[in-house]
């Protein structure tokens, strides 16, 4: 249930063999991607990381409007980030950007409906999660909506439990670095934009009569 680990522990590697699969320079390629939006990606971390602490002090906050309030910035977070990047963006990497933000507005969609995000008590158990101490997740019961959405897939031998909107926001941004960064002219590669050109045969200063 932890989305960080998926990063850590799943996405990245899956990245960076997959940029040095697609292009010369491999991973130095992601040093040329430019990125925007980062308000809206800093801003959705640190709700985000609000949240998982889940401290007294913001209880008042993070239970405002039923719990829907930090979804509901997420989701807002995620659509901001993907018009920053979309703007000149490729066909590929704007189709990218929309599967991730279908994955963050499915997310956010199920925890708001559901006073947090719904989960599988047999899968949380089954790859060691404490199943009564997950801030901002609920247990799936009788009463649950949206049930798809939810915390459904355990990862073996990693305590994560993840769903498919979290599917689809992961390989969504990953596709948008791998796309972004195979796009991307690399210093001294072989379009040659970067090097400088021969200098040219001196010439004779050329005389310039006004004619009046």
């Known amino acids: 249930m932890e989305s960080a680990l998926v990063v850590v522990l799943l996405v990245v590697p899956v990245l960076a063999a997959l940029v040095l699969v697609l292009r010369r320079g491999g991973l130095a390629s992601l040093a040329h991607v430019r990125v925007r939006g980062a308000p809206w990606a800093l801003t959705g971390a640190a709700v985000q990381a609000l949240r998982s602490a889940d401290p007294a002090w913001a209880s008042g906050l993070l239970d405002a409007a039923g719990g829907a309030l930090v979804p509901l910035a997420l989701a807002v977070c995620a659509v901001g980030f993907a018009f920053a990047n ?18 963050a507005l499915s997310n956010a969609l199920a925890t708001a409906l559901n006073g947090g995000m719904p989960f599988s008590v047999p899968a949380a158990r089954s790859v060691g999660l404490d199943v009564t101490g997950a801030p901002g997740h609920v247990p799936i019961d009788g009463s649950t909506v949206l049930v798809p959405l939810a915390d459904l897939v355990p990862v073996p031998g990693v305590a994560m439990v993840f769903s498919v909107g979290d599917v689809l926001l992961w390989v969504g941004l990953a596709a948008v670095l791998v796309l972004a960064a195979a796009a ?12 400088p050109p021969a200098a040219a045969p001196a010439t004779a200063p050329t005389v310039t009569r006004s004619i009046l």
């Open 86 to 103: 979309a703007r000149g963006a490729g066909r590929g990497v704007r189709i990218a950007l929309v599967v991730a933000t279908v994955g």
């Open 184 to 195: 991307t002219r690399l210093p001294g590669g072989p379009a040659g934009a970067h090097h």
